[in-house]
């Protein structure tokens, strides 16, 4: 199993970034998958889970500005982040999951900073 962050980046409060997730060693279409972020001096905290039917989940603080997806021709998991605050800084990991709030395999990490 491996899970490739990229799309992370420097942006304005306000801004957007898309975040993918590149598996590999598996088909992560039939596995929930999710994303979690780290800020600095926290632990980490669940982000949004996309189950294996599609369903789609989200913690209260993204709602209605974040997006997950996934192209399963790519075997990639999307998450479109709009509307980007300060508090959004962080390190955001992908993961397999055990379910869509709890990861069993995670990538590396992609950096995330919002400021202005």
């Known amino acids: 199993v491996q899970l490739v962050e990229s799309g992370g980046g420097l942006v304005q409060p306000g801004g957007s970034l898309r975040l993918s997730c590149a598996a590999s060693g598996f088909t992560s279409s039939g596995w929930p998958m999710l994303w979690a972020r780290q800020a600095p001096g926290k632990g980490r905290e669940w982000v949004s889970g996309i189950a294996s039917d599609g369903s789609t989940y989200y913690a209260d603080s993204v709602k209605g500005r974040f997006t997950i997806s996934r192209d399963n021709s790519k075997n990639t998991i999307y998450l479109q982040m709009n509307n980007l605050k300060n508090d959004d800084t962080a390190v955001y990991y992908c993961?397999?999951?055990?379910?869509?709030?709890?990861?069993?395999?995670w990538g590396q990490g992609t950096q995330v900073t919002v400021s202005s």
């Open positions: 993961a397999k999951g055990l379910t869509v709030r709890a990861g069993r395999n």
